[in-house]
Every structure is written in C-alpha cells, then in structure tokens.
C-alpha cells in the first residue's frame, strides 16, 4: 500500500511541476485595487496556500467551537 501512495504522490507532482512549466507567462491579477504582476502557477500556489491555511484553521475552530459545546451540554467547563 506505501507504494501506491508513492505513486500517486509522484504523480500528483509531475502533474504540478508541468503545470508550473506551462504557465510562465506573466500575468496581471487586480484585488481590491492592487495589482500583482507574477508568473500565473506563483499566483495560483499563493491562491492555494492561503486557501488551505484559512480552511484548516476554520475547520480547526468548528472543530474546537463543536467539542466546547459538546462539553458545555454535559455540565462540564
């Protein structure tokens, strides 16, 4: 089983290393105003860290808000 994990993380980072190959080019992104020029795959991995960091830290909070609760219904503190 390790191997089959092996293999699709292998997998998982060719896919990501072509797609960083392919997407060079420079583009323009405009938020709130600003402007960010920088290769499209440095922008979609941004995109995507800060995505993943704010979901986990959610899911982190809902996770501590619903045991606090749970625990709270039981009488304890």
Excluded: H
Aim: proline fraction near 3%; aromatic fraction near 12%; charge should be positive.
């Amino acid at each position: 089983m390790r191997w089959i994990y092996f293999v699709i993380i292998v997998l998982f980072a060719v896919a990501i290393v072509t797609f960083a190959v392919q997407n060079i080019e420079v583009v323009t992104m405009s938020f709130l105003g600003l402007k960010v020029r920088a290769p499209l795959a440095l922008q979609i991995t941004v995109v995507y860290l800060l995505g993943a960091a704010t979901g986990g830290s959610l899911f982190a909070l809902l996770r501590r808000s619903y045991e606090g609760s749970r625990l709270s219904a039981l009488g304890r503190p």
